[in-house]
């Protein structure tokens, strides 16, 4: 039986956020874990919406405040830091890449604005109604088939490219523009 701890936090890793923003590519990649353990806690809560509604929505609720915060983050440090950079000096094919990862970030997000709608009718209903249940489980399928071989892609292809491309002195600003975008100190 699942405890409501594991319900909301399930295997997702505390703490650790800034430790790899120091280096830039790591960190994104480290914060591809933190995504899809969230994907992993929104699919994870269908079968618990109807009887455990409180629980389950709570479990929700978290997941999307970390997409909303770091997930929004993730996607600026990527579109506004990392292809930038990237774009101008790669081939024609590889900023074509670039350009469906982005193409990808704008499916994700009208996603994430129709799961958000979706979570809002399960708030207001209890007990939840069964059609609602399958409604929200079917944009999180829809965003977890779109996230899941983006981050994988990302992970071997971007993260290759960025570490063959990237100098130092881009990785450095890059770190510093991933911190400001937090709020945190430059030098930290
Ligand atoms: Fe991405
Ligand atoms: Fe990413």
Redesign the pocket.
């Known amino acids: 039986m699942i405890t409501a701890e594991q319900l909301i936090k399930g295997g997702a890793s505390r703490g650790g956020i800034g430790a790899t923003l120091e280096r830039p590519l790591d960190h994104l990649v480290a914060c591809h874990r933190r995504i899809e353990q969230r994907l992993e806690t929104l699919e994870r809560v269908v079968p618990h919406l109807a009887d455990r509604r409180e629980e389950a929505l709570a479990a929700i609720r978290s997941s999307l405040e970390f997409f909303d915060t770091n997930g929004a983050w993730?996607?600026e440090d990527?579109e506004q830091s990392v292809f930038p950079r990237l774009r101008d000096q790669v081939s024609p094919e590889q900023r074509a890449y670039l350009a469906e990862?982005e193409r990808?970030?704008d499916d994700a997000e009208a996603l994430h604005v129709e799961l958000t709608r979706r979570v809002e009718d399960m708030k207001a209903a209890d007990p939840i109604p069964t059609d609602l249940i399958h409604r929200y489980a079917a944009v999180v399928g829809k965003l977890a088939a779109i996230y899941r071989p983006?981050?994988a892609s990302?992970d071997a292809v971007?993260n290759e490219l960025g570490r063959r491309v990237l100098g130092d002195a881009e990785l450095l600003q890059i770190a510093g523009e991933m911190k400001r975008r937090r709020g945190l100190p430059e030098s930290s």
Do not use: A, G, N, R
Request: hydrophobic fraction near 30%; glycine fraction near 0%.
């Open positions: 993730h996607t990527e990862l990808q970030h983006h981050i990302e971007l």
